[in-house]
């Protein structure tokens, strides 16, 4: 598909495993009936021509044009279609009427796929609440990323990475990393640093990312007064750097499927401030690795991120607290055989698993 704005192509990770892409310029992130419909006959096309077994899509936009090509596709249609909720845009996205429509969209399309996969237990549970699908048609896969290859800070990377910002040694240094959406609701961000500063705590704050509300998230840090103690660094495609640099990672989302920038910041030995949203709790432990508060309530985004900055004892022991159980759990490794045993299963319910080789 084409990028949104404040996104990157991760194609090029493609190219370097010798994976073919095949551009389709119709499929977007933003609705569009016209291009919709475009994307999703060519899709079934496509379908016809490969002609696979295994058709599995992932998020919402994407998965709603790749389910509708497999019952386009006809006589071609895959005898499996498995679909990835990495989250869900069923609340806390739009208003109460489209949400409905979405979630009788969202209910409809997982009739046609065979198997429905969710990050976390936590994004099943909402999805079986909000009615898409029994949770019988469920199996969670966690992520699987490249960890060690993401986070690993030389020694030294800390002092360097400050030095290069401009934060001094002494300063408290709070972490952002996404991308700038309403759902993320970075103005609490600003709201808490603006409460942290006033608690006392001589604090900066880093924004790593880009989206549509990067202006507006701008102006705010200005007319707030905090300005001078935030840096917008835009999209960046090496965080290593960052993650050693920051004492505390703040994620204060209205949704999360699964949140990569808090896996990688406990990889990283940052703890972490965030809401109890999705599957944030499924990643970060109250009291043991950060902290979870509710959606919206900033002065305890600020009391937290304050308790943080005056024990870094605590942070040191959060830190490594995290950083023992999170490489393990989100290995790639351990992705590749979620999937793995996933396919072989739903193969195997279809008389198919002569396709596969032995594990």
């Given at each position: 598909?084409?990028?949104?704005?404040?996104?990157?192509?991760m194609?090029?990770?493609?190219?370097?495993?010798?994976?073919?892409?095949?551009?389709?310029?119709?499929?977007?992130?933003?609705?569009?009936?016209?291009?919709?419909?475009?994307?999703?006959?060519?899709?079934?096309?496509?379908?016809?021509?490969?002609?696979?077994?295994?058709?599995?899509?992932?998020?919402?936009?994407?998965g709603?044009?790749?389910?509708?090509?497999?019952?386009?596709?006809?006589?071609?249609?895959?005898?499996?279609?498995?679909?990835?909720?990495h989250?869900?845009?069923?609340?806390?996205?739009?208003?109460?009427?489209?949400?409905?429509?979405?979630?009788?969209?969202?209910?409809?399309?997982?009739?046609?796929?065979?198997?429905?996969?969710?990050?976390?237990?936590?994004?099943?549970?909402?999805?079986?609440?909000?009615?898409?699908?029994?949770?019988?048609?469920?199996?969670?896969?966690?992520?699987?990323?490249?960890?060690?290859?993401?986070?690993?800070?030389?020694p030294?990377?800390?002092?360097?990475?400050?030095?290069?910002?401009?934060?001094?040694?002494d300063?408290?240094?709070?972490?952002?990393v996404?991308?700038?959406?309403a759902?993320?609701?970075?103005d609490?961000?600003?709201?808490?640093?603006?409460?942290?500063?006033e608690?006392?705590?001589?604090?900066?704050?880093?924004?790593?990312?880009?989206?549509?509300?990067?202006?507006?998230?701008?102006?705010?840090?200005?007319?707030?007064?905090?300005?001078?103690?935030?840096?917008?660094?835009?999209?960046?495609?090496?965080?290593?750097?960052?993650?050693?640099?920051?004492?505390?990672?703040?994620?204060?989302?209205?949704?999360?499927?699964?949140?990569?920038?808090?896996?990688?910041?406990?990889?990283?030995?940052?703890?972490?401030?965030?809401?109890?949203?999705?599957?944030?709790?499924?990643?970060?432990?109250?009291?043991?690795?950060?902290?979870?508060?509710?959606?919206?309530?900033?002065?305890?985004?600020?009391?937290?991120?304050?308790?943080?900055?005056?024990?870094?004892?605590?942070?040191?022991r959060?830190?490594?607290?995290?950083?023992?159980?999170?490489?393990?759990?989100?290995?790639?490794?351990?992705?590749?055989?979620?999937?793995d045993?996933?396919?072989?299963?739903?193969?195997?319910?279809?008389?198919?698993?002569?396709?596969?080789?032995?594990?």
């Amino acid at each position: 598909g084409t990028l949104a704005r404040g996104e990157s192509s991760m194609s090029f990770v493609a190219k370097g495993l010798g994976v073919r892409v095949v551009p389709l310029a119709e499929l977007g992130r933003e609705i569009s009936p016209v291009r919709d419909i475009v994307a999703a006959l060519k899709l079934a096309r496509l379908v016809r021509q490969e002609r696979p077994h295994i058709l599995h899509t992932h998020t919402a936009k994407a998965g709603t044009i790749g389910r509708l090509a497999a019952l386009l596709s006809g006589p071609a249609r895959p005898a499996i279609v498995v679909h990835t909720f990495h989250g869900h845009v069923l609340q806390g996205y739009f208003d109460p009427v489209r949400a409905a429509a979405f979630r009788l969209l969202e209910k409809g399309l997982a009739r046609v796929a065979t198997a429905l996969v969710a990050v976390s237990p936590e994004v099943r549970d909402e999805l079986v609440r909000l009615g898409v699908a029994p949770a019988s048609k469920f199996v969670v896969i966690r992520l699987g990323i490249e960890l060690e290859k993401r986070v690993h800070a030389e020694p030294g990377l800390r002092e360097e990475s400050r030095r290069q910002l401009g934060v001094a040694p002494d300063r408290f240094l709070v972490g952002w990393v996404g991308r700038m959406t309403a759902v993320k609701r970075v103005d609490d961000v600003l709201l808490a640093v603006a409460g942290l500063r006033e608690l006392g705590v001589d604090a900066v704050l880093v924004l790593i990312g880009d989206g549509p509300d990067r202006e507006a998230i701008e102006r705010r840090a200005q007319e707030l007064g905090i300005v001078r103690h935030c840096l917008f660094l835009g999209y960046q495609e090496e965080v290593a750097a960052y993650y050693a640099a920051f004492d505390a990672v703040v994620l204060p989302s209205a949704n999360e499927g699964t949140p990569v920038s808090v896996i990688e910041s406990l990889a990283a030995g940052t703890p972490v401030v965030a809401t109890r949203v999705g599957g944030v709790p499924d990643v970060v432990r109250e009291g043991v690795d950060g902290f979870l508060v509710d959606t919206g309530d900033v002065e305890a985004l600020a009391e937290r991120l304050s308790r943080l900055a005056h024990d870094p004892a605590l942070r040191a022991r959060m830190g490594e607290a995290g950083r023992g159980r999170i490489l393990e759990r989100y290995a790639v490794d351990r992705l590749l055989d979620d999937v793995d045993a996933l396919y072989r299963s739903l193969l195997e319910a279809k008389s198919l698993g002569g396709l596969l080789p032995p594990r």
